[in-house]
């Protein structure tokens, strides 16, 4: 098994906190897991007629957003208090410091503490927080992640940082004041919150990996992680006409990975592709249920945020590209990219069968657009 991009690294916290624990063919994307895992793809949502925006969740204004992010910020502190002082030297950091941009998917030592090194009440408390800022199957897709990759599936136990508990909560701040966030992660996931104000959050960036993308043996056999979303790129890029498939296509190869991962927030500028504005009702659903793949996961309220900034900013000005193979079962990359909005999918390593998914708000990651000119060097972590 190959893990070209995927190195076990050891880390130590830049505010001098040392953790010390430191596919598509006509598969299900959603066949029923064995007995320790019960795994779903993402549910198809209701997919818009053209020209739509994303769906409206039924949710009020402010007031809603306050409750939300009061709700994320009671949980926060109830795991806090669980906390003894040298567990709260892993899994507290200031707020202003750069540990909070320190996210990775790769295997590694991370900041936090991992659920490893919980005890049932903390593991409780933290499990409580995750489920008010994810949806179910948010949740359920950590689930997936946690406890069908390599050591299970794949058999490899070789290494600590293949352990389905070595999973990391950090809160960065303090959640009765604001700002403040808080980042759960481990090997092929990263989700970063950020609480700017009172009715401000941020959800991204975002990280979701599938390795293997599609299981391909076992009682699992056919269980697609991230199924729908690739489903839906192959759809779009098979109904693009020539013209439009002229603009879509930007190489013959795979990207190789994801570009714009850990310290490279800036390496992608100008969208690239065919515009969604070019695209004809039956494509522009197919847009949709990628980035459905990503805000999905999210609780009602906070995905009602997410939604309500891509619709401000305007579906029109995405675009859909496309590098490498045009068949399943060979290496392929793709990404939407407009003002705001960037979503990266890539399926190279291991035969093409281990994909690496990015969400990344190019104005408002770590919810910089509320917090002010925060990147005052100019480059996005």
Not at 210 to 223: C, D, L, T
Not at 230 to 259: H, K, N, P, Y
Not at 286 to 308: F, H, P, S
Not at 333 to 355: C, K, M, S
Request: aromatic share 8%; hydrophobic share 40%; glycine share 10%.
């Amino acid at each position: 098994m190959s893990h070209d991009h995927e190195h076990d690294h050891d880390h130590a916290g830049d505010d001098g906190h040392g953790d010390g624990h430191h596919h598509p063919g006509h598969h299900h994307h959603a066949a029923p897991l064995g007995p320790k895992v019960r795994g779903h793809g993402i549910a198809r949502r209701r997919i818009l007629a053209a020209g739509a925006a994303l769906p409206v969740a039924l949710i009020g204004g402010r007031a809603s957003a306050q409750r939300f992010v009061g709700a994320v910020g009671a949980r926060a502190a109830a795991f806090a208090a669980t906390l003894d002082a040298n567990q709260r030297r892993s899994a507290v950091y200031p707020f202003d410091g750069q540990t909070r941009f320190d996210w990775h998917y790769v295997p590694r030592s991370r900041p936090g503490l991992p659920f490893k090194a919980m005890n049932a009440r903390q593991r409780e408390a933290a499990q409580a927080l995750l489920r008010t800022v994810l949806s179910d199957e948010g949740y359920q897709r950590i689930e997936s992640i946690r406890l069908i990759l390599e050591n299970i599936l794949r058999g490899d136990s070789s290494s600590s940082f293949r352990d389905p508990d070595n999973y990391a909560l950090a809160l960065f701040g303090a959640p009765d004041a604001f700002p403040w966030g808080f980042r759960f992660e481990g090997h092929h996931l990263s989700l970063n919150f950020t609480f700017p104000a009172p009715d401000k959050a941020s959800a991204t960036p975002a990280f979701w990996g599938a390795n293997p993308a599609e299981v391909r043996r076992g009682q699992n056999q056919g269980f697609r992680l991230l199924g729908a979303q690739t489903d839906a790129a192959f759809a779009l890029l098979r109904s693009l006409d020539a013209a439009q498939r002229g603009e879509a296509v930007i190489g013959d190869r795979s990207l190789g990975d994801i570009v714009a991962g850990p310290g490279r927030g800036d390496e992608l500028r100008q969208p690239r592709g065919v515009a969604y504005a070019r695209l004809a009702d039956a494509q522009r659903n197919q847009v949709i249920a990628v980035i459905e793949g990503m805000m999905g996961v999210l609780n009602a309220e906070l995905r009602a945020l997410q939604d309500k900034r891509l619709r401000e900013a305007g579906l029109d000005a995405l675009r859909f590209a496309w590098a490498g193979a045009m068949e399943s079962g060979r290496p392929y990359y793709f990404r939407l990219h407009g003002p705001i909005t960037l979503v990266e999918f890539d399926n190279t390593q291991d035969d093409a069968n281990h994909i690496h998914s990015l969400w990344r708000d190019l104005a408002s990651d770590w919810g910089d657009d509320a917090l002010g000119a925060h990147y005052q060097s100019g480059h996005r972590p």
